[in-house]
């Protein structure tokens, strides 16, 4: 049982060692996870002149939220078109493994991403009210933004475009209601149950609270409610890409 | 080794696979024919369990591919017809990236891809990236992907498609090459003269359902009992001269030649009346051919269902 569970790790981490080395600088991922949150937040900032602590969280909300979803879109149709998803799929490992490599090369480049951003604040004086807080909220809200990616490449094309733009579609919408640029009470009232329904309003709300002590819930809600969304997410992509991933063959 | 028992498979109204039993004993090559479409890719697909059938079952060693897949694929390397290795990956790279995926060790990886590269012609080109390969050293490459884990069994569908004479040459030397050393090779092809070159036993597979079975040398006898009779005159004849040939024989004649396909024992016959047809019109014949069927004839007149 524990060379089992050992032996898929292992494999769960070749494939996503994989996903790193051939999706990490790719186009779509550096447009989607680093400069597509970056421009967001500097075209908010222009204009406006909030604190450094704001300003901070604000980019440390969006950038983790678009680097962990960012991958997991475009590496299942890119795979199919290069004809490697059938090779791969031969050999001893299930679809699931697969997804799971997928999401961890995800996961991890939406923490790395995070990181960088923490360190910046760091060197410009702002730190976090509490690191092990801030990183068990990173390592949470990037599974579940990597599941949530995932979602979105169960549609069965070999085009990584169709992929990404439907999650740019999904995403987009997301930062606005979800108290990332504007505090959740201050969103007209017919817009706030959306929020609710956003995983990325919990991520925001513990990153508002470490950075500038702004919180609409308490941590204990904004963790559970994150771990549901993983939860939930991570069973219904698993689900939906095991339906779909037979169609790519 | 490989046995597949009642395969079904269906995709919306079409039914791909009906029906399918074979089993391939330790150390033979089993070639699966059939012209395109036929069920055979499908087929492959379903016993080495990436799809999973709507009935029939499918063991690999005795282990039941579809309720234990990595078991029965840990046994098994698969060189799919559509596939590539990944092409930004190197050489090396894309071996140790499958030798992984077998949890082989890491020393074993090393040792052994050195032998395949070097075996395969592509250990001077291990650091190179794979894009940069020709598609007959890509193919290699996954032939030396598939034997990484030492398999002893190994799939190869259509292992020669869209290559050079000289690459297909390579790869069919290195499937003798992999049979000498106990190999167990479920190929698919429709290439027929590889088959009937390659393969101990085959099986034809139409529209789904196996049709015919045996060893190339079976086959032949079993439906090889034609043979085509080539004529040159030595001037063009009138087509109708040629009826009471038709009436008896399949006959088509293009200008000075006449082809007559009839049955072996009917061979003294029809030179009899190929003679009568010389003199009576007072011509000379400047050539004759007198062939067995070949194997692709014979593929082709059971696809045909003849």
Redesign the interface.
């Known amino acids: 049982m524990v060379a089992c569970i050992s ?1 898929y790790l ?2 769960i981490w ?2 996503s060692i ?1 996903d790193m ?2 999706y990490y600088f790719k186009g779509p991922t550096i447009v989607m996870g680093v400069f597509m949150p970056m421009f967001l937040w500097l075209a908010f900032m222009i204009g406006s002149s909030p604190s450094i602590g704001s300003a901070v969280a604000m980019l440390l909300s969006i950038s983790s939220f678009f680097a962990a979803s960012s991958i997991t879109p475009v590496i299942l149709p890119w795979e199919t078109r ?3 998803l ?9 679809i699931e493994l697969v997804l799971m490599g997928t999401c961890l090369a995800s996961m991890l480049y939406g923490v790395f991403i995070s990181l960088v951003i923490i360190a910046i604040g760091i060197f410009l004086g702002v730190c976090p009210a509490n690191i092990p807080v801030l990183i068990a909220s990173i390592l949470l809200s990037s599974i579940c933004y990597s599941f949530m990616g995932l979602l979105f490449s169960a549609i069965p094309s070999d085009v990584p475009a169709d992929a990404v733009l439907l999650s740019s579609v999904v995403r987009m919408p997301l930062i606005f209601i979800s108290g990332v640029f504007v505090p959740i009470n201050r969103l007209p009232i017919l817009m706030r149950p959306l929020s609710y329904v956003s995983p990325l309003t919990y991520y925001a709300d513990i990153i508002n609270d470490l950075y500038i002590g702004r919180s609409a819930f308490s941590l204990g809600i904004d963790f559970l409610v994150l771990l549901l969304f993983t939860i939930i997410l991570g069973i219904f992509t698993i689900e939906t890409n095991r339906r779909t991933i ?1 169609k790519r ?1 | 080794m490989v046995e597949a028992i009642g395969l079904y498979k269906s995709f919306g109204s079409v039914e791909a696979v009906r029906g399918v039993s074979f089993s391939v004993s330790r150390g033979e090559i089993f070639g699966l024919l059939g012209p395109n479409g036929a069920g055979k890719t499908t087929t492959i697909r379903m016993i080495t369990g990436l799809l999973r059938p709507d009935r029939g079952r499918a063991f690999i060693m005795g282990i039941d591919v579809h309720r234990n897949p990595i078991g029965a694929r840990s046994h098994i390397g698969v060189v799919p017809e559509v596939s590539n290795p990944y092409v930004d990956l190197s050489v090396w790279d894309n071996l140790v990236l499958i030798g992984k995926l077998y949890c082989i060790p890491k020393e074993t990886i090393i040792e052994r891809g050195k032998f395949l590269l070097e075996e395969l012609g592509l250990y001077d080109r291990r650091s190179s990236k794979a894009k940069t390969l020709s598609k007959g050293m890509r193919r290699r490459l996954l032939l030396a992907m598939a034997l990484i884990s030492d398999p002893e069994i190994l799939f190869l569908d259509e292992p020669t498609s869209g290559l050079d004479v000289f690459s297909a040459r390579k790869i069919r030397s290195m499937i003798m090459g992999l049979r000498r050393n106990g190999k167990t090779i479920v190929l698919t092809t429709h290439n027929i003269d590889e088959a009937g070159m390659l393969c101990d036993r085959v099986a034809i597979i139409n529209k789904g359902k196996i049709i015919a079975e045996g060893t190339p040398d079976d086959l032949r006898i079993r439906y090889g009992k034609y043979i085509e009779i080539k004529v040159l005159f030595d001037n063009s004849i009138d087509s109708s001269v040629l009826n009471e040939l038709r009436d008896h024989y399949n006959v088509t004649c293009d200008e000075k030649w006449v082809t007559i396909i009839c049955e072996k024992n009917e061979l003294d016959e029809v030179l009899d009346k190929i003679m009568n047809i010389k003199h009576r019109l007072g011509l000379r014949i400047k050539d004759l051919h007198i062939e067995s069927q070949s194997f692709e004839d014979i593929f082709v007149r059971i696809v045909r269902g003849e």
């Open positions: 032996d292992k494999k070749a494939l994989k080395r051939l290069q004809k490697t059938e090779m791969i799929l031969a050999r001893p490992i299930t037979i063959l």
